[in-house]
């Protein structure tokens, strides 16, 4: 008995195997993690550090050199975005390569933050790195309902206590978190009439606001520890604190200053939902976590926490379990349409005994491959159910050509038995050989590496995984179902296919030299009208949110990008086709979306996230937000954008500037800006270059100090108390410490005019003031330096109006950026969205080569010529014919989705090759010439292979026509170019048969 026969004897095991894997598939099907998009693994890293009272410069110097140089020793550290603030450094750390272990490669950043920090200069703080900056807060809420910002904080702390305790969530974070604070405000005239300064009041309050221990004694045997209560444990207390005169006298702190409980000043963020003051609740669900569940949960959680605190509100700023349900049910509704159209046109053309046969693989394989894809760890997202509904088409080819075979060999008198035992004998190795062939073609976007890689690799994985299952079944399945269901047909007449099928065949051998010779000409003539097809990385999502930036100039106040705020958001909220505006004010707003990026610290920035009644009111809105920043917000930069797809991108048009000099730098950025400013299609155009902030230096008179006793840090501290405040001591209210601050009742609202008359109380107790000891100097210093690994950089953007893509740009400013005269060096490079595609498209290119060995090697396995190799590998360029016309006729242009569909259409091509290949060899071993072979071949496969082309590409119909932006560009590459190449290989491939092997054969 033979492996054939034995395999075919067992075929209730297997159909019971197979039905088993579906029937697991289908209840995994409704229990599965469910996302919108894959998590990106841990790429990003964000690392601040630190240092008061340095500028920018000095950060630049002293923090950031120190830390460049470490971190370039990683060899995993691809790319370091840096800016340097007054006081602070944000660097943005991308990892690249090939990581295996992200977490140890991480760990080698720390270290190499630890060794930078060893050169920072005392007083600068360490290195904080935060690593989950790509983890999405899933649900992002508003507080409101009061003026109160401390009320606010304190509900929010409250509703956090609430979700803290749901299984799913990670991590609960305040948004535009007030903070708390102590503050004892002096008055100046007080002061100097009682006596005392900022300085020797700070100094009594914080010795007696201190946890000291009292040691312990021994007390009938046991040890009783002795606890002084030493430090402050309420307001009132702070307030009635008695303080020491220089007389010696005493008088309590709140006959002397205003003790007040109230929120963080000066405040570093805040946060408005519909024109309301807010404090925000982010909530992170956990990896892996099934986003659908963790909304219900949320939600149900949510119920208790509004009555916890009542009267005040708590708002659904965004909600993304919502948007996976709606994305997850369209594409589920894709997904049985695509089974329907298909198993439809299988049972029209095949007719019912046969066409149900083969439908009956369609959810066998389907649920199978979901249970393997479920078993290894896979998540329900739209790029995996996408990568299902792509595989639908291409999984039904094995079982069509299996189930016509059978049935062919039934017609001629075989019984069921015989017919599929002989089936499988011939099929086994050409069908391996086209599965094969067809996961070789996805080979390299399973290997490639990156980050647009690790973002599709889903479609390899799971269109891969289905080839081989549907193999499997083909070879298994379907033949017990032919031998259990098919019947011999009735004798009938010459079909009008197999008709068909002579005739090409006849035209093709008759002008074969014609043929060819018109085939090299459509593709060069295609090949030409592909620079007409324009390239986008990724298309926007189709949603009904965008985002909208506003920028101050550098060193604006929280209180003036308050403002600016506030004008473009009640003129949103003016529209009825608004249903929210958030706005947040001093930092970016949470990772509501994944490839959001992430603004941190800074006060002239304000971010608005917009969410409308229907997406088709995007549009509108966004000309509106154009048209309101020119009327009402001159001097602000604001940039409106939609959500992206794909891995995140600052901007789709980005040059990027390098060198050392910041008046090379300006007049470059400039002239570039200018560039693009008249290019037809460019708008919001910027340059992230700081023309700098107001500072007062004061230089101090050391030798004028030193007479009095005083010196460069007295001076300093008297400076920090009458504005800032200084810090005395923490108070523990409830679990976290609340800083306890003295300074004047000014606070930073101090005159400027003021400055001269502060005083300073020397050493022999007299007063002197701050105009006596220090010159003051008004100067205007760079308040923001950037840098991109290592090297000053400005970076001159632009967003693009609808229907634009960024090719188009960089074709018009290339002839500009080569006549530009840049100022000696000054060096100039890509970035934004032409960047990406070139790294991504340089990834999947550099593992090309093994996929292209994988499919030569399985053809010259199969076919053992050279000749035949190349005749089968022709047929791969036959695609572009129709995805070059595809794109252009409906309107899509070429991006990284479309890439992927001429890769994945290049091993279903290659099948129809195989197949007609194998058929004619078959015909030449059994005695037919070359012409006989060609017509018998062409007349009996086609019918197969115009099947299995018309199931892809009805499999793909319901991407192609999705409402998402997402698919249509792969599917109508896919569509289009298989259409094409089926009808060309028809009839190309015979007459390159004809011309290699004719006559030879004579």
Same mark, same amino acid.
């Given at each position: 008995m033979n492996i054939a026969q034995a395999l075919l004897d067992r075929g209730r095991l297997f159909l019971t195997m197979a039905l088993v894997l579906s029937l697991t598939g289908a209840l995994l099907w409704m229990t599965m993690v469910r996302q919108e998009d894959p998590l990106l693994p841990d790429y990003w890293g964000q690392v601040t550090v630190s240092f008061p009272g340095a500028d920018a410069l000095t950060m630049e110097r002293l923090i950031l050199k120190p830390i460049e140089d470490a971190l370039i020793e990683v060899d995993e550290v691809r790319i370091i975005?840096?800016?340097?603030?007054?006081?602070?450094?944000?660097?943005?750390?991308?990892?690249?390569?090939?990581?295996?272990?992200?977490?140890?490669?991480?760990?080698?950043?720390?270290?190499?933050?630890?060794?930078?920090?060893?050169?920072?200069?005392?007083?600068?703080?360490?290195?904080?790195?935060?690593?989950?900056?790509?983890?999405?807060?899933?649900?992002?809420?508003?507080? &409101?309902?009061?003026?109160?910002?401390?009320?606010?904080?304190?509900?929010?702390?409250?509703?956090?206590?609430?979700?803290?305790?749901?299984?799913?969530?990670?991590?609960?974070?305040?948004?535009?978190?007030?903070?708390?604070?102590?503050?004892?405000?002096?008055?100046?005239?007080?002061?100097?009439?009682?006596?005392?300064?900022?300085?020797?009041?700070?100094?009594?309050?914080?010795?007696?606001?201190?946890?000291?221990?009292?040691?312990?004694?021994?007390?009938?045997?046991?040890?009783?520890?002795?606890?002084?209560?030493?430090?402050?444990?309420?307001?009132?207390?702070?307030?009635?604190?008695?303080?020491?005169?220089?007389?010696?006298?005493?008088?309590?702190?709140?006959?002397?200053?205003?003790?007040?409980?109230?929120?963080?000043?000066?405040?570093?963020?805040?946060?408005?939902?519909?024109?309301?003051?807010?404090?925000?609740?982010?909530?992170?669900?956990?990896?892996?976590?099934?986003?659908?569940?963790?909304?219900?949960?949320?939600?149900?959680?949510?119920?208790?926490?509004?009555?916890?605190?009542?009267?005040?509100?708590?708002?659904?700023?965004?909600?993304?379990?919502?948007?996976?349900?709606?994305?997850?049910?369209?594409?589920?509704?894709?997904?049985?349409?695509?089974?329907?159209?298909?198993?439809?046109?299988?049972?029209?053309?095949?007719?019912?005994?046969?066409?149900?046969?083969?439908?009956?693989?369609?959810?066998?394989?389907?649920?199978?491959?979901?249970?393997?894809?479920?078993?290894?760890?896979?998540?329900?997202?739209?790029?995996?159910?996408?990568?299902?509904?792509?595989?639908?088409?291409?999984?039904?080819?094995?079982?069509?050509?299996?189930?016509?075979?059978?049935?062919?060999?039934?017609?001629?008198?075989?019984?069921?038995?015989?017919?599929?035992?002989?089936?499988?004998?011939?099929?086994?190795?050409?069908?391996?050989?086209?599965?094969?062939? &067809?996961?070789?073609?996805?080979?390299?976007?399973?290997?490639?590496?990156?980050?647009?890689?690790?973002?599709?690799? &889903?479609?390899?994985?799971?269109?891969?995984?289905?080839? &081989?299952?549907?193999?499997?079944?083909?070879?298994?399945?379907?033949?017990?179902?032919?031998?259990?269901?098919?019947?011999?047909?009735p004798p009938r007449r010459e079909s009008n296919l197999v008709r068909m099928g002579y005739g090409l065949a006849d035209f093709a051998l008759r002008y074969s030299k014609s043929v060819v010779f018109m085939a090299l000409l459509l593709m060069g003539i295609v090949l030409m009208l592909g620079t007409r097809v324009e390239q986008q990385f990724f298309p926007s999502a189709d949603r009904n949110q965008f985002v909208v930036d506003l920028k101050l100039p550098e060193g604006s106040h929280l209180l003036a990008t308050e403002q600016a705020s506030r004008i473009m958001e009640n003129s949103l909220l003016e529209k009825e086709s608004v249903t929210r505006a958030t706005s947040f004010m001093g930092s970016g707003a949470p990772l509501f979306y994944y490839n959001i990026i992430l603004t941190p610290f800074s006060p002239h920035f304000a971010q608005l996230i917009v969410e409308t009644r229907h997406i088709q009111d995007v549009d509108s809105l966004l000309d509106h937000v154009a048209s309101v920043a020119a009327r009402l917000l001159p001097g602000v930069e604001v940039v409106n954008r939609k959500l992206e797809q794909g891995p995140p991108v600052q901007a789709p048009v980005e040059i990027r500037l390098f060198g050392d000099d910041f008046q090379d730098l300006h007049h470059a950025a400039m002239g570039v800006a200018e560039l693009l400013t008249g290019i037809a299609g460019t708008r919001d155009v910027r340059h992230d270059m700081s023309p700098g902030s107001p500072t007062i230096r004061l230089h101090i008179d050391d030798a004028a100090s030193g007479r009095h006793g005083l010196s460069r840090e007295d001076v300093s501290r008297t400076l920090l108390g009458r504005t800032r405040g200084l810090e005395i001591g923490e108070l523990y209210l409830d679990d976290d410490p609340i800083p306890i601050f003295i300074r004047t009742t000014q606070g930073e609202h101090l005159d400027i005019e003021a400055l001269a008359a502060i005083d300073l109380r020397t050493a022999q107790g007299h007063l002197t003031p701050m105009g006596s000891l220090a010159r003051q100097e008004l100067d205007w210093v760079a308040a923001a330096i950037n840098h991109r690994n290592g090297k000053r950089v400005v970076t001159v953007s632009s967003q693009l109006a609808a229907g634009v893509t960024y090719s188009q740009v960089m074709k018009a400013l290339q002839p500009g950026l080569s006549e530009l005269e840049l100022p000696p060096g000054v060096e100039i490079a890509f970035g934004g969205e032409a960047e990406s595609a070139g790294e991504a498209n340089m990834a999947l290119m550099t593992v090309l080569p093994i996929g292209f060995l994988l499919l030569f090697g399985v053809l010259l396995a199969e076919f053992n010529s050279f000749r035949r190799v190349a005749l089968v590998l022709m047929t791969v360029p036959l695609a572009a014919v129709g995805i070059v016309p595809g794109l252009l006729l409906n309107n899509q242009p070429f991006g990284f989705m479309s890439m992927l569909g001429a890769f994945a259409l290049a091993g279903v091509v290659v099948n129809n090759a195989i197949v007609l290949l194998e058929m004619i060899e078959r015909e030449r071993r059994e005695g037919a010439d070359v012409r006989t072979a060609v017509r018998e071949a062409v007349a009996r496969r086609i019918r197969p292979i115009l099947l299995a082309t018309g199931t892809t590409v009805a499999g793909l119909l319901p991407l192609a026509v999705s409402s998402s932006t997402f698919w249509p560009p792969l599917a109508s590459a896919m569509i289009s170019g298989l259409l094409a190449s089926t009808v060309l290989t028809l009839i190309i491939f015979p007459a390159a048969y004809r011309l290699v092997f004719a006559s030879r054969e004579a």
């Open positions: 975005d840096a800016t340097a603030f007054d006081e602070m450094i944000v660097l943005e750390v991308e990892l690249g390569g090939r990581i295996r272990d992200f977490d140890q490669t991480w760990d080698e950043v720390r270290r190499a933050l630890e060794r930078a920090r060893g050169k920072f200069p005392s007083g600068a703080e360490p290195p904080l790195l935060n690593r989950e900056i790509q983890e999405p807060d899933a649900v992002v809420l508003a507080v &409101t309902g009061s003026a109160d910002l401390l009320e606010l904080r304190n509900a929010a702390l409250r509703t956090k206590d609430h979700l803290s305790r749901l299984p799913a969530v990670s991590k609960v974070n305040l948004v535009a978190d007030p903070g708390e604070q102590v503050v004892i405000q002096m008055d100046d005239a007080a002061a100097r009439r009682i006596g005392i300064s900022p300085d020797q009041l700070a100094a009594q309050l914080a010795a007696r606001n201190r946890i000291i221990p009292g040691g312990s004694i021994e007390l009938a045997g046991m040890t009783v520890r002795l606890r002084p209560l030493s430090e402050f444990k309420s307001v009132s207390e702070i307030a009635s604190t008695p303080v020491i005169l220089p007389s010696g006298a005493s008088i309590l702190l709140q006959d002397l200053a205003t003790v007040r409980h109230g929120v963080l000043e000066p405040g570093t963020s805040r946060m408005r939902f519909n024109g309301k003051m807010a404090v925000g609740v982010a909530i992170t669900p956990k990896k892996n976590s099934n986003l659908v569940a963790f909304g219900r949960e949320v939600r149900s959680a949510l119920q208790a926490a509004r009555e916890d605190v009542a009267p005040l509100q708590i708002h659904e700023v965004s909600f993304q379990p919502d948007h996976t349900a709606q994305r997850i049910s369209d594409l589920n509704r894709a997904l049985l349409s695509a089974m329907m159209i298909v198993s439809g046109m299988l049972i029209l053309i095949m007719g019912p005994r046969m066409g149900l046969v083969v439908t009956a693989v369609i959810p066998l394989a389907i649920l199978s491959s979901l249970t393997l894809f479920a078993w290894g760890g896979g998540v329900l997202h739209q790029i995996s159910i996408a990568a299902f509904i792509m595989a639908l088409g291409m999984l039904v080819d094995n079982a069509i050509v299996m189930a016509e075979n059978v049935q062919y060999r039934m017609d001629q008198g075989a019984s069921g038995t015989d017919a599929a035992l002989e089936a499988v004998r011939e099929l086994a190795t050409p069908l391996l050989g086209a599965t094969a062939t &067809t996961l070789a073609a996805f080979v390299p976007m399973f290997i490639s590496q990156g980050v647009t890689a690790d973002f599709t690799r &889903t479609i390899p994985v799971v269109i891969m995984l289905c080839l &081989t299952v549907s193999f499997g079944y083909a070879m298994l399945i379907t033949p017990v179902l032919c031998r259990k269901f098919l019947k011999p047909s």
